[in-house]
C-alpha cells in the first residue's frame, strides 16, 4: 500500500488575496470613492512640504503601457509613482514590438516576466486591462480603454468638484458634447450618480447614445440646458474614434455655433471643466477657457494626487488600523 502523506491545514502556505484592480468605475463603491478622495486630500497636503517624495512604494514596480498617445494621463502617473519612490518604467507602442506585431496578450506576458507589481495601461480595444489583469500578476489600472473607461479621469473630476463646491451630493453637472465616442462621460456619469449628483447630458443627436437615460442622467440637444446647472463638464469630438466617411455633425464650424460652450451660453459663477485636450474654438471658446471660473488647470493638478491616492491604495491595500496620515509622514 503506498505511503498516504498528511499535511495540516495550518503548515499550508497561506493563499494570497486577490489582486485588487482599478478598471471600471462600476466596479467600485461609494465608500470606495470616499476612501481615495480622502487619502488623496492627505497626499496633497505632503506636495506642499519642500521634500514632496514620499518613501510610502519604495521598492515596487510600476510599468506604465501607453498604446495611445497621452500627455496628462501618462505624466501623472509616471510622476505619482516617482512621488511615492516606486521604480518605473513606461511603454509606449511606438517604437516597441507592437509595431512587428506583437499581440497585447505576448507583450503583457513579456512585462509579467519582469515581476511588476502594478501595470497602468491606456489601450485602444475595450477590455484591455482586464486582459492584462488576466494573464499577469501585477494590480491593473486602466488609464483608458477605448470609449469604455477611463475612471481615474472620474476620480480626479469628483475631487476636483469637492474641493471647488465641497461636495458632490446634490449638484447639477452639465456634460456637453461627443457622448457616444467618449471614455470620460461613461466613467463620469456613473461617478457623479453614485456620489448623488445630478446630470444632464446635452450635445447632437447622433452623439448622444440611445437609451443613455437608462444610467439616470436626462439627455437633451438643447444647449441651453447647460443654463440651469452648477458645473458645465465639456467633451472634445473624439474624431479618432469615429467611423470613417461618418457624419455626426454637418461641419466643426456648426458644431461650434450650435454647441460650443461660449461665454453667452454660461452665466457667472458657474464653473467650466473639460478633460483635455481642447479644440478652442470648437467645443470650447478660449474666453471660458482661459476664464478665472474654469477649473481645467485644477483638474491637472488634482490628476497628480489623486493617481498616487490610487498607487497608494492598491500596492498597500490600506494599512490597517494605522492612519493614512501615519502611513505617509503627513503631520
Do not use: C
Not at 25 to 35: F, H, L, M, P, W
Not at 245 to 254: D, I, K, T
Amino acid at each position: 500500500m503506498p505511503d498516504i502523506k498528511l499535511v495540516r491545514d495550518d503548515l499550508r502556505p497561506p493563499e494570497e488575496p486577490p489582486k485588487r484592480h482599478f478598471i471600471s468605475i462600476q466596479d467600485v463603491t461609494r465608500e470606495d470613492v470616499e476612501r481615495l478622495l480622502a487619502t488623496a486630500r492627505t497626499l496633497e497636503r505632503a506636495m506642499d512640504r519642500e521634500v514632496k517624495k514620499l518613501p510610502t512604494l519604495k521598492g515596487r514596480l510600476v510599468i506604465n503601457v501607453f498604446y495611445e498617445s497621452s500627455t496628462r494621463t501618462s505624466s501623472s502617473f509616471e510622476l505619482a509613482a516617482k512621488r511615492l519612490s516606486a521604480d518605473t518604467m513606461s511603454i509606449k507602442a511606438a517604437g516597441s514590438s507592437v509595431e512587428k506585431g506583437e499581440s497585447l496578450k505576448d507583450t503583457a506576458i513579456t512585462l509579467g516576466a519582469y515581476d511588476p507589481d502594478l501595470i497602468v495601461i491606456r489601450h485602444p480595444q475595450i477590455g484591455a486591462p482586464a486582459l492584462v489583469a488576466r494573464v499577469t500578476s501585477a494590480h491593473v489600472v486602466n488609464a483608458g480603454d477605448g470609449k469604455h473607461q477611463h475612471p481615474t479621469q472620474a476620480l480626479l473630476d469628483l475631487y476636483t468638484i469637492n474641493e471647488e463646491f465641497g461636495r458632490v451630493e446634490g449638484l447639477h453637472v452639465a456634460i456637453v458634447g461627443d457622448v457616444l465616442h467618449s471614455r470620460v462621460a461613461r466613467s463620469n456619469i456613473q461617478a457623479l450618480k453614485l456620489l448623488g449628483a445630478h446630470v444632464t447630458l446635452v450635445g447632437p443627436p447622433a452623439l448622444i447614445p440611445r437609451g443613455i437615460e437608462a444610467m439616470g442622467v436626462e439627455a437633451t440637444t438643447d444647449i441651453g440646458a447647460i443654463a440651469g446647472a452648477d458645473l458645465v463638464y465639456v467633451l472634445r469630438m473624439q474624431q479618432e474614434r469615429m467611423a470613417e466617411g461618418a457624419n455626426y455633425v454637418p461641419s466643426l464650424r456648426e458644431y461650434a455655433a450650435r454647441w460650443g460652450v461660449t461665454p453667452e451660453r454660461i452665466r457667472p459663477g458657474q464653473k467650466i471643466m473639460h478633460p483635455g485636450p481642447m479644440n478652442r474654438g470648437v467645443e470650447i471658446d478660449p474666453r471660458v477657457a482661459d476664464h478665472v471660473d474654469a477649473l481645467i488647470e485644477t483638474q491637472v493638478r488634482a490628476g497628480l494626487v489623486t493617481r498616487m491616492a490610487v498607487l497608494y491604495d492598491l500596492l498597500t491595500n490600506g494599512p490597517v488600523g494605522v492612519p493614512v496620515e501615519a502611513a505617509v509622514g503627513v503631520a
